[in-house]
Structure formats: structure tokens, C-alpha cells
């Protein structure tokens, strides 16, 4: 982003000394910034001293690799990925079958669908059950982290109970 030199002179000068100088050791200027600050702190008689570092900011890991490597605290392994995405993918998965045999009930792919559905749910769930095991790494007792592992492991469970139900063509 290029900012008019002569507007952040004029920032800059109505700017307290303290301000100026906070903002220059926050290591958040761009390369052109640093100059004028650098020329209002000297008209002012203040030493700036060498640029500090620009910040290190730390990356979070990517959401699903972070959880199968055990990088997430268990409650997001619990919460996301043995509750909320199983159901958000269950429920996607039954419109979906529905919506299909409404609309092509005479296409022989649709009586695929089930089958097909409860596999994809068996090996999503073969991840979480990684993805709870290893998070619950993260807790602060051997007590906390088998009850970490009980509870998303419970919804593992009921997740894996009704994939297979759809895969016996129970419901």
C-alpha cells in the first residue's frame, strides 16, 4: 500500500513524542515509513536508534493436518471435529440423498448413494478418531486427557453407529 509521504510527515508531527516513539519500536512501519518517522524524531532531537525487527508472527497450523497431528487443544478436536463436522456432514449427505432421489429417482447412481455416503462418513471418521486420540495430548493430567479422549470418542462413536446403520440399510 503506498501512502502519501507529506500526509504521514503531517501524521506524524501532530503525533506526542511518546507516541512516536512507541510506534517506531513496535517494528510494524513499512520501509517507507521509517525514514519520516525517523526525520520527525530527529527534528525533535530524539535518537531512534537501529530499526527493530519486523514482529514474528507464529502460523497456525492448517485447521484438519493441525488436528491429525495432535496440534489443537482437544476441546477443538471434540467440539469441531468429532462434533460439528460429522454432523454438518452428515446432514449434507442425507439432503443430499434425498434431494437425489426426489429428482432422479429412476438413476440406478442413487441407490449408490447410501452406501457411498456411509463410507465417506466411516473414513472421516477414522481421521477424528486420530484427531481426538492425539489432541487430547494437550491437557494438563492423565485424568484430563482420558476424559478428553471418553468425550470425543463418544461422538466418534454415535457418528460411527448411525454410518453404519445407513450402511446396513437401516434407516
Known amino acids: 500500500?503506498?501512502?502519501?509521504?507529506?500526509?504521514?510527515?503531517?501524521?506524524?508531527?501532530?503525533?506526542?513524542?511518546?507516541?512516536?516513539?512507541?510506534?517506531?519500536?513496535?517494528?510494524?512501519?513499512?520501509?517507507?515509513?521509517?525514514?519520516?518517522?525517523?526525520?520527525?524524531?530527529?527534528?525533535?532531537?530524539?535518537?531512534?536508534?537501529?530499526?527493530?525487527?519486523?514482529?514474528?508472527?507464529?502460523?497456525?497450523?492448517?485447521?484438519?493436518?493441525?488436528?491429525?497431528?495432535?496440534?489443537?487443544?482437544?476441546?477443538?478436536?471434540?467440539?469441531?471435529?468429532?462434533?460439528?463436522?460429522?454432523?454438518?456432514?452428515?446432514?449434507?449427505l442425507w439432503l443430499i440423498d434425498k434431494l437425489a432421489r426426489h429428482f432422479f429417482p429412476n438413476i440406478g447412481l442413487v441407490s449408490a448413494l447410501r452406501p457411498i455416503f456411509a463410507v465417506l462418513m466411516l473414513v472421516y471418521l477414522s481421521f477424528a478418531t486420530v484427531a481426538v486420540w492425539r489432541c487430547a495430548r494437550s491437557q494438563a493430567s492423565e485424568t484430563r486427557v482420558t476424559i478428553a479422549r471418553f468425550a470425543g470418542l463418544k461422538k466418534v462413536a454415535f457418528f460411527t453407529l448411525l454410518a453404519v446403520l445407513v450402511l446396513a440399510n437401516q434407516i
Open 1 to 92: 500500500m503506498q501512502v502519501d509521504p507529506n500526509l504521514l510527515a503531517d501524521r506524524y508531527t501532530s503525533m506526542e513524542t511518546n507516541e512516536l516513539v512507541s510506534l517506531y519500536n513496535s517494528g510494524t512501519l513499512s520501509e517507507d515509513a521509517y525514514p519520516i518517522l525517523e526525520a520527525e524524531l530527529g527534528r525533535r532531537s530524539i535518537v531512534a536508534g537501529p530499526r527493530p525487527p519486523p514482529p514474528v508472527f507464529e502460523e497456525e497450523p492448517p485447521f484438519f493436518s493441525g488436528h491429525w497431528l495432535g496440534l489443537y487443544p482437544a476441546d477443538s478436536a471434540n467440539g469441531f471435529v468429532a462434533g460439528l463436522v460429522p454432523a454438518l456432514l452428515a446432514g449434507a
